[in-house]
């Protein structure tokens, strides 16, 4: 009888545990344009005013897949040296906990669980050594410190009523210039995934896309690896959220069998929280992927916002919230944009621009 009642406990709190209604946000790409809007290397305004508005929107906590800074590079502003790593951190960090979002472990606010993106592995002055301790310095040492014994506090994964969360460093590997060799640990994930087989929703979260959008640089170049990670997380998760291009893009995806025929699809969701407009040197994006089995399905560019994901039950929603008060733009003759910031952040006024639901099976 007692092992009767203690079986029927358990199933009650499994699915008092499954219908638990949470919401979380999505941050990405916060860096500066050191020449016009922050020699800090960081977007101030936009992360006080992404990450009070998430708060509002009632966002229990932020993932953030990287290039919160402009980080470690010679051109950085025409007339200064970039600060060191370590003092654009704790710009962002500032910025993040004047408004209530903080690290792991830090009381009174709602957590930031951070991965690197490109801008925070870049080494053009100081050796890759004092870049890697500069992240665990500031905002590693925080994280949880179950990744691969060669990245703690760079990839590692954590829990929340019953989802399953992982963040992924894709830079460990990748060559000095932070453009090749972007992979991440599928050993790992695999081990993650099969540890977990009761997580109801598994949400991964890096930097850089699974299928190129503007960038070329990212997971897609190699295309294997690419798919056996799609293929790993695709029974249990119907988004994949990243950063990089610094607009929000929004593209159903295919998850490709080993025979290369599509035997899955679900969402990849491009996030940009405040860092520069692709105007200028790089001519603006055409909205179409060079796959053509990637179907576009939002893109919206000249805004500034987050993902506020809601989990009820087996039912996930996605809303991208943004504003396009942050700048105001100009467009010349040749097509080159020219940006007018406004920091006015208390001023900005947010909206959903664009939203999606899925449920798993």
Same mark, same amino acid.
């Given at each position: 009888?007692?092992?009767?009642?203690?079986?029927?406990?358990?199933?009650?709190?499994?699915?008092?545990?499954?219908?638990?209604?949470?919401?979380?946000?999505?941050?990405?790409?916060?860096?500066?344009?050191?020449?016009?809007?922050?020699?800090?290397?960081?977007? %101030?305004?936009?992360?006080?005013?992404?990450?009070?508005?998430?708060?509002?929107?009632?966002?229990?906590?932020?993932?953030?897949?990287?290039?919160?800074?402009?980080?470690?590079?010679?051109?950085?502003?025409?007339?200064?040296?970039?600060?060191?790593?370590?003092?654009?951190?704790?710009?962002?960090?500032?910025?993040?906990?004047?408004?209530?979002?903080?690290?792991?472990?830090?009381?009174?606010?709602?957590?930031?669980?951070?991965?690197?993106?490109?801008?925070?592995?870049?080494?053009?002055?100081?050796?890759?050594?004092?870049?890697?301790?500069?992240?665990?310095?500031?905002?590693?040492?925080?994280?949880?410190?179950?990744?691969?014994?060669?990245?703690?506090?760079?990839?590692?994964?954590?829990?929340?009523?019953?989802?399953?969360?992982?963040?992924?460093?894709?830079?460990?590997?990748?060559?000095?210039?932070?453009?090749?060799?972007?992979?991440?640990?599928?050993?790992?994930?695999?081990?993650?995934?099969?540890?977990?087989?009761?997580?109801?929703?598994?949400?991964?979260?890096?930097? *850089?896309?699974?299928?190129?959008?503007?960038?070329?640089?990212?997971?897609?170049?190699?295309?294997?690896?690419?798919?056996?990670?799609?293929?790993?997380?695709?029974?249990?998760?119907?988004?994949?959220?990243?950063?990089?291009?610094?607009?929000?893009?929004?593209?159903?995806?295919? %998850?490709?069998?080993?025979?290369?025929?599509?035997?899955?699809?679900?969402?990849?969701?491009? *996030?940009?929280?405040?860092?520069?407009?692709?105007?200028?040197?790089?001519?603006?994006?055409?909205?179409?992927?060079?796959?053509?089995?990637?179907?576009?399905?939002?893109?919206?560019?000249?805004?500034?916002?987050?993902?506020?994901? *809601?989990?009820?039950?087996?039912?996930?929603?996605?809303?991208?919230?943004?504003?396009?008060?942050?700048?105001?733009?100009?467009?010349?003759?040749?097509?080159?944009?020219?940006?007018?910031?406004?920091?006015?952040?208390? *001023?900005?006024?947010?909206?959903?621009?664009?939203?999606?639901?899925?449920?798993?099976?």
């Amino acid at each position: 009888m007692k092992n009767l009642l203690l079986a029927l406990c358990l199933i009650f709190l499994t699915v008092i545990g499954h219908s638990q209604i949470f919401k979380f946000a999505v941050l990405c790409d916060t860096r500066s344009d050191a020449a016009n809007n922050g020699i800090t290397g960081v977007n %101030v305004s936009a992360v006080k005013a992404v990450c009070s508005h998430l708060i509002q929107s009632g966002a229990e906590f932020v993932i953030a897949p990287g290039d919160f800074i402009c980080g470690n590079v010679t051109w950085y502003n025409p007339t200064k040296t970039p600060p060191d790593n370590k003092v654009q951190y704790q710009a962002f960090l500032t910025a993040c906990r004047s408004v209530g979002v903080g690290l792991p472990g830090e009381e009174n606010m709602i957590t930031l669980y951070a991965v690197r993106g490109n801008h925070e592995c870049y080494q053009q002055i100081l050796p890759k050594k004092s870049i890697e301790e500069a992240w665990l310095m500031s905002i590693g040492y925080s994280l949880p410190k179950n990744g691969p014994d060669d990245e703690l506090g760079f990839t590692y994964s954590f829990l929340y009523k019953g989802s399953l969360f992982i963040g992924m460093d894709q830079y460990m590997h990748a060559n000095a210039a932070q453009n090749d060799s972007i992979v991440l640990n599928q050993a790992w994930l695999d081990k993650v995934l099969l540890k977990y087989p009761e997580a109801l929703h598994v949400f991964v979260f890096g930097h *850089t896309p699974a299928f190129a959008a503007q960038h070329q640089d990212c997971l897609g170049q190699d295309s294997i690896a690419r798919n056996k990670f799609m293929r790993s997380i695709s029974s249990r998760s119907g988004v994949y959220f990243c950063g990089h291009d610094h607009f929000y893009a929004r593209a159903n995806i295919p %998850v490709y069998a080993t025979n290369g025929e599509i035997e899955n699809r679900m969402q990849q969701v491009i *996030t940009p929280s405040g860092a520069p407009f692709l105007g200028g040197f790089s001519p603006k994006w055409n909205g179409v992927y060079k796959n053509t089995d990637v179907k576009t399905e939002a893109y919206i560019d000249n805004a500034v916002g987050y993902q506020l994901v *809601t989990i009820d039950g087996k039912n996930v929603t996605v809303e991208f919230i943004a504003t396009n008060d942050a700048c105001t733009f100009t467009i010349d003759s040749t097509g080159v944009y020219s940006y007018r910031y406004n920091d006015n952040w208390q *001023t900005w006024n947010f909206a959903t621009m664009s939203r999606f639901s899925y449920e798993l099976p």
